[in-house]
């Protein structure tokens, strides 16, 4: 097989594009990751020092950002003080939970779906990705009056299933092409190993894991981002971090420090969780395309 | 061990008739080859054996038992498939284990088991590989062993060496044969190969669009072929055929062509007028190549034909002969000693030739 490396010649033009290139990185670099340097040094700062100003301002001034006494006062105030804990779990159960029961369902939905014909099964599908073509915000008004009248407003449970409300279509749809690409034969062979029809479903689950362990990131991330169900739906008992981290901005009283430290919080799990699957997550999602 | 039988099946995938009003039996512990085309049926049939296709009509019975409703795991079949369908994330050890593993045998057995026929099929060294790291030979034998380690009462088996290179396919077939026999189960194999049908099988159903053509041993699928279809199928090369007048001379039936005369033996001519005592009859002999001898110079009292072409084959030649408008073909020794253009004799074995009625296709004898 001939290798994959692309073939590229020498010429100035080329040379150009290769430092534009580098430029344009270094840029892209500095746009993305100092906010999130500010963020992470500013909640080690007290007040005072985290809005120190430079006497003059010139390019030797910067030193003065890094001029403080580290503290985790911060921190230690947001778990103290203001609950971050319960936030944090909350936070976890409701995407993780969200996410594990739009995989499961999605899955088996999904596989049905792939598998079997039926009538009407294209509009079935059509059906239940059309779900996710309105905004959020347009359906949000409903939906509050539906799960208040079933009691599930400001409960963790409410939240999980607001959650997979939206999640649930966008598994079936994804989870679908993953089962699409498994030959059917594979199932057909588990059943004349012994296999119940849902023994061959499970025997097959290995192949489509990495479509699931990426679409589970993808759900864990849309719950744990988001503000808008979360304040909505999730406001009063199941409050989530963005929401804590929303309420720290006070009429008269803006916590910077505190904002910071939450920021902290609520980012670093899924930068780690990230960096963790991050090698699943891309050929997760490009596997569909690739294999025969 | 189970005898299988099935009866009127049909298959229909909405209007295309894939199987048509099927009747066959294997006996118990019996090598049934289910030999045809592409598209003739065979998978369907096997399918419908295993339980992976529904019967659209008629019942199948293994044993004395209607399998109809049973789903494939309670046929206690194993299947080897066209296409392998090996557990792409599994070992060759796994997945050959796999249907013991959901019989939760125990351990020790397992492997055991594994190992005998991992070395029954020369796979031993590639137990740890996993499927896309094997050649196309090793998966069908993966294919075979996760089938022969279940010692199931029948053994169905799709055309599991057809992706093969002629001389592994050579070796395949006899080491099925014995397989087969030394653990005695049922076997119904698929094939579109004649030779494979034909050197294995102790029964041959020939199938061609759906339909049952003729159900015999090898030898007689060969020799006594029930109509022009299935005579044209089998053999390589294919037998030939030239349309003939046959008519009543001199109290004996005679084939009449524009370039030969020949007279049916008694035997052959009290079959055809038992079958349809009409006068004249619109017919099409068959001779097979190696049923026609050929010599190279033009003798008064042979058939007259010319050379078109030779093709030595080693051990043997053919010969493409002109006979008038009609092409034949001749199975002859490499000596045979005839040139492009050249005339030559043809003697056709009277014994051995079919008859078969032009318009009906189906043979006298
Ligand atoms: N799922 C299906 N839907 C519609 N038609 C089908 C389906 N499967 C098979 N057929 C048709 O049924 C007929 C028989 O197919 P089958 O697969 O049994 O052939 P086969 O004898 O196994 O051929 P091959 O030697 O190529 O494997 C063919 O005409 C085929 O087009
Ligand atoms: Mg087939």
Known sequence: MASSDVVQYRSPARRLVEILTVVFLAVYLVWTVLPLFIMFVSSFKDLLEAFKLPPTGDWA??????????????????????????????????????????????????????????????????????????????????????????????????????????????????????????????????????????????????LVAPGIGAFLVLCVLFAWNDFLFASIIGSGGAKTLPVATKELVQPQNIQWGKIMAAGVVTTAPMMFLGLLIRRYLVTGLTMGAVRE | MASVKLSNVWKMYGQTEAVRDLNLTCADGEFLCVLGPSGCGKSSTLRMLAGLEHISAGDIYFGDKRVNDLPPKDRDI???????????????????????????????????????????????????????????????????GRAIVREPQLFLFDEPIAHLDAKLRAHMRGELKIMQRDLGTTMIYVTHDQLEALSMADHVAVMHEGVLQQFGTPHEIYSQPVNEWVAGFIGEPPMNFVDCEMVEEGGSLCLTHPHFTQVLTEAQAAIVRAKDPAGQRQVRLGVRPDEIAVLAEALDEGIKARVLVTEPLGGDMLVDLALGDSKLLAKTKPDFAGQRGDECSLTFDRNRWHVFDRASGLAYF
């Open chain 1, 61 to 206: 001034g910067a030193w003065v950002f890094f001029d403080f006494t580290p503290t985790v006062q911060h921190y230690v105030d947001l778990f103290a003080d203001n609950n971050f804990g319960t936030y944090l779990a909350n936070s976890i159960i409701a995407s993780l939970g969200s996410a594990l029961i739009s995989v499961v369902f999605g899955a088996m939905a999904a596989y049905s779906l792939s598998r079997i014909e039926f009538r009407g099964k294209r509009d079935l599908f059509f059906w239940i990705i059309s779900t996710r073509m309105a905004p959020v915000v347009a359906v949000m008004v409903p939906l509050y009056a539906i799960f208040r009248g079933a009691g599930l407003v400001g409960t963790l449970p409410g939240l999980i299933l607001a959650y997979t409300t939206f999640n649930l279509p966008f598994a079936i749809w994804i989870l679908k092409g993953f089962f699409d690409n498994v030959p059917y034969a594979i199932e057909e062979a588990a059943m004349c190993d012994g296999c119940t029809r849902f023994q061959a479903f499970r025997e097959i689950l290995p």
């Open chain 2, 78 to 144: 194993a299947m080897v498939f066209e296409n392998y369908a090996l557990y792409p994330h599994k070992t060759v050890y796994e997945n050959i284990a796999n249907s013991l593993r959901l019989r939760r045998m125990d351990k020790a057995l397992i492997d055991q088991k594994v190992k005998k026929a991992a070395a029954m099929l020369e796979i031993e060294p590639l137990l740890d590989r996993r499927p896309a790291e094997l050649s196309g030979g090793q998966k069908q034998r993966t294919a075979i």
